[in-house]
């Protein structure tokens, strides 16, 4: 399943957009621009296949949600244990949406359910 607007570039599983108020949060993951912006995550995780230079969602309290990269995010699961941790997505794209909220279309839909086969 992917979102119409992104394809070819990103596919997953379980995608959704969460909107970004400032484009410079990702700077250590390659944003070269302030600004809003969207990112693309995929909400199936495969915890076995952690990318340490990726970005992930994760909460500890499953209230607050952090974005940590890969590489924090074993850190993490070291200290306080994969059993206290849930990852809730994996980045896949962020990009700067157009102009107007209206231009948007696609990019704003929530894929949550796969088709049935």
Do not use: H
Not at 39 to 66: F, G
Not at 82 to 106: E, F, I, Q, R
């Amino acid at each position: 399943v992917s979102l119409p607007m992104f394809q070819p570039f990103v596919a997953g599983v379980d995608m959704t957009v969460v909107t970004l108020e400032d484009m410079k949060d990702l700077q250590d993951f390659g944003a070269k621009s302030g600004g809003p912006g969207v990112l693309v995550v995929d909400r199936v995780v495969n915890k076995s296949q952690i990318d340490t230079e990726s970005l992930y969602a994760i909460t500890l309290d499953d209230q607050e949600v952090s974005f940590v990269s890969g590489q924090e995010l074993l850190d993490k699961v070291e200290i306080v244990g994969d059993d206290n941790l849930t990852v809730l997505a994996k980045a896949l794209m962020a990009c700067k949406p157009p102009g107007k909220k209206s231009d948007w279309g696609d990019a704003t839909a929530v894929v949550s359910n796969l088709p049935s086969e």
